[in-house]
């Protein structure tokens, strides 16, 4: 029997409904453009089990310098950009500007918290090396034992799931259209892409495709072989406490820490939500929450901070990062006309919406890839042309 389909147009269709999609789709409204979203729980995915930690400084990592550059122009534009859609959506998105507190706990890990400092030194990043006593002075819950840390004033958080929400609301309100469906497969019309045909059978049409799905990304159908992004999925396991009130003065900021070479962060909300993460496990597409890693994390919170297993546990999620070869980015064009990326965000997709948005966005009006996205490019993971013999 065959299927009837129905087809819709835009201007541009963004397959993803992920805090990536959402804040592609709503740039891409703000500049004229028509635009859908096609996803079946748009507000979903990632950003449901994300701390959303603003880390640029504290989440730098050898080999990634350049990756840093993306990071601090992003954390530079959350402000403004939070106030904008707080102001299109009417909600708040949770963030706040408490700075982070990086800790270690034995001299092994107070060897590599010294060694971070002095590469983030070397980057020219503001950092402050303290003291143990100097931690514990800052925050009073940590453990006595903490050897040393540093204290970063500028790397922030947001909640990430009031942030999905509030672009769920400035999309609808700037006139994207959400169709409740997964795409199935990328439609390709004389060598460009020209939408996508949806689960739910319909046909949505579009002069210009954003792949934005996240871990998914690599899987969708209909995508030629050598433009397929070349994303995996890392699986984190991430708990969720609640601090009985009066909140305050259980944690001021976010504190990270390396705990025998592993590595925890507690993010505290405002609304007395204590997120404890993350897990990084090379699982494939497996999201099952595990007894190993919800002790290794308790575990591991513990040693850092002794009061928090008296405190009430009220979540417990598994997530899918979508990581790509580098652990950064693909953004913009790819090989195919029509088609862009916007997916492999890896740890940074909170940090990095502001700019992801930006970007995206300029590259449907004007064609052109900002400077500051062109390391991120996905022609940098296409095959390298072989010169044929003379």
């Not at 789709?25 to 994300?50: K, N, S, T, Y």
Request: net charge neutral; aromatic share 4%.
């Amino acid at each position: 029997m065959s299927r009837i389909s129905e087809t819709r147009t835009s201007d541009v269709l963004v397959i993803g409904g992920g805090i990536i999609g959402l804040v592609t789709a709503w740039r891409a409204a703000q500049r004229g453009l028509r635009v859908a979203v096609a996803d079946p729980e748009p507000g979903g995915g990632a950003a449901q089990v994300a701390a959303g930690m603003l880390a640029a400084v504290t989440e730098l990592h050898y080999g990634e310098q350049t990756l840093l550059g993306l990071n601090l122009e992003s954390a530079r534009r959350y402000p403004a950009f939070v106030a904008e859609l707080e102001e299109a959506s009417g909600a708040s998105v949770g963030y706040r500007a408490c700075g982070t507190l990086a800790v270690a706990l034995d001299a092994d890990d107070r060897a590599h918290l010294r060694e971070l400092h002095a590469l983030q030194r070397r980057s020219g990043l503001e950092s402050e090396w303290l003291t143990g006593r100097e931690c514990r002075r800052l925050e009073p819950m940590l453990a006595p034992g903490v050897r040393g840390g540093l204290r970063v004033d500028g790397d922030h958080q947001v909640d990430p799931r009031r942030l999905a929400a509030a672009l769920v609301t400035a999309c609808e309100r700037a006139g994207v259209v959400f169709h409740r469906g997964w795409a199935e497969r990328l439609l390709v019309v004389r060598d460009r892409a020209r939408g996508a045909l949806l689960t739910d059978g319909d046909d949505v049409t579009a002069d210009q495709v954003v792949l934005a799905g996240g871990s998914l990304s690599g899987r969708l159908g209909g995508v030629p072989a050598e433009v397929l992004p070349p994303v995996r999925p890392v699986k984190g396991q991430v708990l969720r406490l609640t601090v009985p009130r009066p909140y305050a003065p259980f944690l001021s900021r976010t504190v990270r820490a390396v705990v025998r070479g592993s590595h925890v962060y507690l993010v505290p909300r405002e609304n007395g939500e204590l997120v404890v993460g993350a897990t990084s496990e090379e699982l494939g597409w497996d999201t099952t929450v595990t007894a190993g890693g919800v002790y290794e994390l308790l575990r591991d919170a513990h040693e850092l901070v002794p009061g928090l297993t008296e405190l009430p546990l009220t979540e417990t999620r598994a997530g899918l990062r979508p990581a790509s070869p580098d652990n950064a980015p693909l953004l913009g064009p790819t090989a195919l006309p029509g088609l862009h990326l916007a997916t492999g965000h890896h740890r940074n997709g909170v940090l990095l919406t502001p700019v992801t948005g930006d970007v995206l966005a300029a590259v449907l009006v004007t064609g052109e890839l900002p400077d500051v996205a062109r390391p991120f490019t996905p022609r940098r993971f296409s095959p390298v042309p072989q010169e044929q013999p003379a």
